[in-house]
């Protein structure tokens, strides 16, 4: 489970994950559209901290994959509404995608959410990060989902994913 004192390494985890998933240049997405939630300012960073120091373990969690060398590798946020969850969002290292960590740590944060009636998970359709999701039970549901707003005028088109309990 992630503490205050992880903020920092899970933000650079978070924006290096981004950055080497996100930009698109048939999607007009840009590295410069990194969300400001993502960067490395003080301000990011703080909020970050208060995220996982004020989230009830009843309600949310923050998990973390870290190596042998205590280097945190991955992370993904798992929230419980009512009885349902939502994986709220997860990003491994890009030097540490397709080895398991991602599987590893859903597996954990589907296991802590238990006994939902069903499991969301909003992502952006062009990334082939629903390939991964369907893995793990997940399929595409039918309702829309809004778009993932960046800087200016640029948005990111994403696709609800939904695993049924």
Not at 46 to 68: C, G, H, M, P, Y
Not at 89 to 113: K, T
Not at 119 to 125: A, F, L, N, Q
């Amino acid at each position: 489970m992630a503490t205050p004192d992880d903020a920092l390494a899970m933000q650079k985890v978070r924006r290096a994950a981004w950055l080497a998933v996100y930009p698109n240049d048939a999607n007009g997405v840009l590295p410069e559209h990194l969300p400001s939630e993502y960067k490395l300012a003080k301000g990011a960073i703080a909020k970050l901290k208060r995220q996982i120091s004020t989230n009830s373990e009843a309600d949310s969690l923050f998990l973390v994959a870290v190596t042998d060398r205590d280097t945190i590798i991955g992370m993904v946020r798992a929230v419980r509404l009512g009885r349902r969850g939502k994986i709220d969002n997860i990003f491994i290292g890009p030097h540490n995608q397709r080895h398991e960590v991602g599987s590893n740590l859903l597996d954990q944060a589907l296991a802590w959410l238990g006994d939902t009636t069903q499991t969301e998970v909003d992502i952006p359709i062009y990334t082939g990060s629903d390939v991964f999701f369907e893995k793990h039970g997940f399929h595409r549901a039918d309702e829309d989902v809004p778009f993932q707003a960046l800087s200016g005028d640029t948005t990111i088109q994403q696709v609800k994913m939904i695993r049924r309990g």
